[in-house]
């Protein structure tokens, strides 16, 4: 049972650009989260998502950051317009259930230039 | 505000001795608190977990502490070994469980001397 796959790992955009990060919860989690982790810092919560419903977006900035989980496919975290304070690491954990043991990917690290 | 905050950020222990990486938090409503071990280049792991009803909570060489007088937790590491070195984080939940809306702590940094 493959865990928390996210891709890809490293991401590189220049300011202005684009960003979509991808996230595939662990096989039979329907639960997804979304953090950011500055340098040398804790995680921020962003928001959770069941399929095709944002249950708590109260940690997305109210600009530029979007985040949905479709009925088929991964989750998607997207970032317009990125500025260099967007560079960080970006973490998705997926549970089976809201309440019950949530398992982090490995990241992707996004690197705004 | 609410925060989750570690006393130290890097801690250094000998291969073999017991480690102690504390943690203090400032929500009285927090009921549900992680521990988490991140290596570099991956992601949080799940240690071990404790409720806000329970004051000790022990694990394969791990032991949490829960003190909600003074709003401190800790986490009790047995026989230190090299795969423990990692950046633990402290985590609470308003509301019992789950991975949404927990509050990280910074991290500390724990080395293991040979």
């Known amino acids: 049972n493959a865990g928390v796959m996210q891709n890809p790992r490293h991401l590189v955009r220049r300011r202005g650009q684009e960003a979509r990060l991808r996230c595939s919860p662990m096989?039979?989690?329907?639960?997804v989260y979304w953090y950011r982790q500055l340098p040398e810092e804790g995680l921020k919560f962003m928001v959770y998502l069941q399929k095709e419903n944002i249950i708590d977006e109260s940690g997305m900035p109210k600009e530029r950051f979007s985040a949905e989980f479709p009925k088929e496919g991964p989750s998607i975290l997207r970032i317009q317009q990125v500025v260099r304070g967007d560079s960080a690491a970006y973490f998705c954990?997926?549970?089976?259930?809201?309440?019950?043991?949530?398992?982090f990917g490995q990241g992707t690290r996004l690197t705004v230039v | 505000g609410e925060s989750v905050g570690l006393h130290l950020p890097t801690l250094s222990v000998q291969e073999g001795d017991n480690s102690i990486i504390n943690c203090a938090y400032s929500n009285s409503a927090s009921d549900y608190f992680i521990w988490y071990k991140q290596e570099s280049g991956k992601g949080p792991q799940f240690i071990i977990d404790i409720r806000s009803n329970m004051d000790k909570r022990q694990g394969q060489r791990v032991t949490v502490l829960l003190n909600k007088t003074v709003k401190h937790l800790s986490l009790q590491i047995a026989a230190t070994q090299p795969g423990d070195s990692a950046v633990y984080f402290c985590?609470?939940?308003?509301?019992?469980?789950?991975?949404?809306?927990?509050?990280f702590g910074k991290g500390t940094h724990l080395i293991i001397q040979p």
């Open positions: 985590a609470d939940h308003p509301s019992g469980g789950g991975a949404d809306g927990l509050t």
């Open positions: 954990a997926s549970s089976f259930d809201r309440g019950t043991e949530a398992f």
């Open positions: 096989k039979g989690h329907s639960h």
